[in-house]
């Protein structure tokens, strides 16, 4: 009996078990009259709460800080305490996965680049399709802006077509200067010990077992997975490049990233331009929706 909704609860129990008057009743709990009587004015926040679990029907895997920002950027400003509680009164939450992660010795942060095209990560992520058989995705991803800068599913990637893929990537958006991958039979084959030769690429090999040395790109795979290979039962393989091609586009410019101060990567690189040409003759960002390839280049530059 902690909460005013326990003590009017109390009250009407005792006044219905025992034919008391509430005055009685109050009395005997020690709870002010006032309490039982007053009626909330709080607002029900009908639109707000239903667009609130469209959302969460539609994000599964998004907690109510992301939902807060995406309510915020289609005019919902609620305040993130009343919005946890409408939350939590909608009985909203995220399942948790997987068991209890251990840590092992002291953790060092990994330093984020200062720039685009500094340095790139590189991995791999397996799943299946409804009848068993396997598939694999090349996921890249810059450090610096967090954008996914390919997503490529396949039955199989071996080294040649590892190649092909990120000379695709830079014709799209420059050289990188280092890229940070495992020591994987692709990434340490003859066709990309010749390609890093040809490119003048500096390419950096983790420790053998320190995933979390490529904990960038480790992280975006465990988002993959989470609110997208997890949620997603894949026919064939038109149907999972259709779904990566979507769930890419999203990534880069829709969902809230927390290290992006709640943007996405595609509008944390056009506030970063922005800002940098201030003071100068401005150019068109304001449609910036729907950007061609060399209005792309330009957000690199």
């Known amino acids: 009996m902690v909460t005013p909704a326990g003590k009017r609860e109390a009250v009407t129990h005792i006044r219905s078990d025992y034919g008391v008057s509430e005055r009685r009743a109050c009395k005997t709990l020690n709870v002010d009259r006032s309490l039982i009587r007053y009626q909330p004015k709080r607002p029900a926040d009908t639109v707000a709460r239903t667009r609130l679990r469209e959302l969460s029907i539609e994000r599964k895997r998004f907690g109510y800080r992301r939902l807060h920002i995406l309510l915020a950027r289609e005019g919902f400003h609620l305040n993130h305490k009343k919005l946890r509680r409408i939350y939590k009164e909608e009985g909203l939450t995220v399942r948790k996965r997987g068991g209890r992660k251990r840590a092992m010795g002291t953790r060092a942060p990994i ?52 190649a092909r893929e990120l000379d695709t990537v830079i014709s799209e958006r420059g050289k990188p200067h280092t890229i940070v991958s495992d020591n994987g039979t692709e990434m340490t084959s003859n066709a990309m010990l010749k390609w890093q030769e040809d490119t003048q690429v500096r390419w950096h090999y983790i420790a053998p077992g320190k995933p979390m040395q490529n904990g960038f790109v480790e992280s975006f795979n465990g988002k ?16 999972v490049r259709d779904v990566l091609a979507a769930w890419r586009h999203d990534y880069n410019h829709a969902r809230p990233h927390s290290a992006l101060n709640g943007q996405s990567p595609i509008q944390a690189l056009q506030n970063k331009k922005a800002k940098s040409l201030k003071g100068h003759a401005p150019l068109m960002i304001a449609n910036d929706q729907t950007l061609n390839q060399n209005s792309i280049k330009g957000l690199y530059a």
């Open 111 to 162: 330093a984020v680049p200062s720039r685009v095209n500094e340095r790139w990560s590189l991995d791999f992520v397996s799943d299946s399709f409804m009848d068993g058989r396997r598939f694999r995705m090349l996921c890249v991803v810059d450090d610096h802006s967090r954008e996914c800068l390919a997503l490529v599913p396949d039955t199989s990637i071996g080294g040649h077509r590892l």
């Open 224 to 239: 993959l997975r989470d609110e997208c290979l997890n949620e997603t039962l894949f026919e064939d393989l038109h149907h």
